[in-house]
């Protein structure tokens, strides 16, 4: 049993001063279920200490919720047993800027024992990391989410923000006081921002932030989601980073960039192997690509993500990769700078009804199933692969990635080094939480799905 830090209750008190004349009253404790939502608990800023100390009560349940609510059953976790103690992370402790009086910060979760929780996502993201440090190895990640902004009307159908061109300038007028206060909001908190851009669909915009480790990059953007949402609520609109908010129209995305590095050095440039990688990045990102069948039930875990994950629509529904191509589910990046270090990947299946933490955690165990294998990358795909026929796709070894849950959820539980990576119980409450919402819709026509899904993330 770990017995409280005396370092850290010391540092809580001196926090709790800090933030109490900064008029902190309270502090939402978040961590991110299985369902891909973000639960919380609150507390009152005088009970830092205590939850530094002892650890906030919450029920293992939590990890068996589904996306309406409702909840399943698994192996390990089910009904109203049991009790854990949450941990805030202190590191992470920040006030939020644009919800005055309020400070955040991501969980972890261990047992009454203080014991490490085995269905802690974001303990699953941090032995991940270790496992990658024990190979001298080391990742930077980091998240570029997309979103729609707009209004709910009566009828329960979206009235977008802006309407203007996609791309185009005349959406960042329409909404510039809104942009404007997202950036004052996310320099308060300290988040890098790298861009902020009008997508394609009506209302739908981007933001891409900075590299950090793994864990801190599934944590920002949680902060980042929140940030957004509470300045959205400041001007009468309303966010979704649903997979799709329209049925027909162009989803939202969660894309993963990532690089590999040992010592300082970036394995994805100055070698010679592909575009420059070196065998250690190459062998990482080949084991990420032929897991993809299965990590898409990770990073697309929902019905609704198979209703975005279409060709031809920059989703990256085929297993392939090409250097940058938008079309390729692996998108190899090289055009920032002449300098190595900015080369990096980007995983482009991915949407934000997926939990970061199992995201980035996941990907790590396929590099690294990669390097145990020694695989090389196959042949790059230029072009769109929906233009290629069948006789050509199955030539080059291209397949379509999961056009359904289902199917992703098939290859998921034949993927024992993904089920070792995550243990037994996480293993079994994500994959029991898939299975129920399969059940969930089954049957159910891609407006139904949308319509029950749009405000949910």
């Avoid at 989601?225 to 027909?248: D, E, M, W, Y």
């Avoid at 070196?278 to 084991?287: K, S, T």
Wanted: aromatic residues 8%.
């Amino acid at each position: 049993m770990t017995l409280p830090d005396p370092l850290a209750v010391q540092r809580a008190l001196r926090l709790t001063d800090r933030l109490s004349a900064a008029g902190i009253r309270g502090i939402a404790l978040t961590w991110v279920d299985n369902a891909g939502v973000t639960r919380v608990k609150t507390i009152p800023i005088d009970r830092l200490e205590y939850a530094v100390t002892w650890g906030i009560d919450m029920s293992p349940v939590f990890d068996v919720f589904l996306i309406d609510d409702s909840v399943t059953t698994s192996r390990h976790i089910a009904g109203p047993d049991g009790d854990l103690r949450m941990f805030p992370d202190l590191d992470r402790l920040t006030e939020l800027a644009a919800q005055p009086g309020w400070a955040w910060a991501p969980v972890d979760r261990y047992t009454q024992e203080r014991e490490p929780y085995a269905a802690c996502q974001r303990g699953f993201a941090r032995r991940m990391v270790k496992r990658a440090a024990e190979r001298g190895l080391t990742l930077k990640m980091g998240f570029e989410t997309e979103w729609f902004c707009g209004e709910d009307t009566a009828g329960g159908e979206p009235v977008p923000a802006c309407t203007g061109p996609a791309y185009g300038m005349t959406r960042v007028l329409e909404l510039s006081d809104y942009l404007d206060e997202l950036y004052e909001a996310f320099a308060d908190q300290g988040v890098e921002v790298l861009q902020i851009h009008p997508e394609y669909a009506p209302g739908q915009l981007a933001i891409s932030t900075g590299y950090d480790d793994p864990v801190t990059a599934a944590d920002t953007v949680v902060l980042v989601r929140q940030t957004i949402r509470a300045v959205a609520g400041h001007f009468g609109l309303r966010v979704s980073f649903a997979p799709v908010v329209v049925p027909g129209q162009a989803g939202n995305g969660g894309h993963l960039h990532l690089s590999l590095w040992r010592n300082g050095e970036n394995l994805c440039g100055g070698g010679d192997g592909p575009y420059g990688m070196r065998g250690e990045g190459e062998a990482f990102l080949a084991g990420v690509l032929d897991a993809l069948p299965a990590l898409c039930a990770v990073g697309a875990p929902g019905v609704a993500s198979y209703l975005r994950l279409i060709p031809s629509h920059w989703a990256g529904a085929f297993q392939c990769w090409g250097r940058e191509n938008r079309e390729a589910a692996l998108r190899f990046v090289t055009s920032a700078t002449s300098s190595v270090g900015t080369a990096s990947a980007e995983i482009k299946c991915f949407d934000a009804s997926a939990n970061p933490y199992l995201v980035v955690g996941a990907v790590i165990a396929a590099g690294l199933a990669g390097l145990d294998a020694g695989l090389r990358l196959p042949p790059e795909l230029t072009g769109d692969p929906a233009l290629l026929s069948e006789p050509d796709l199955l030539a080059r070894g291209i397949r379509r990635l999961p056009a359904s849950l289902p199917e992703a959820l098939e290859h998921l539980e034949r993927c024992a080094f993904l089920r070792d990576a995550m243990g037994d119980p996480l293993f079994q409450a994500f994959t029991a939480v898939r299975r129920g919402e399969i059940a969930l819709f089954d049957g159910a026509a891609p407006d139904e799905i949308t319509a029950a899904t749009r405000w949910r993330y």
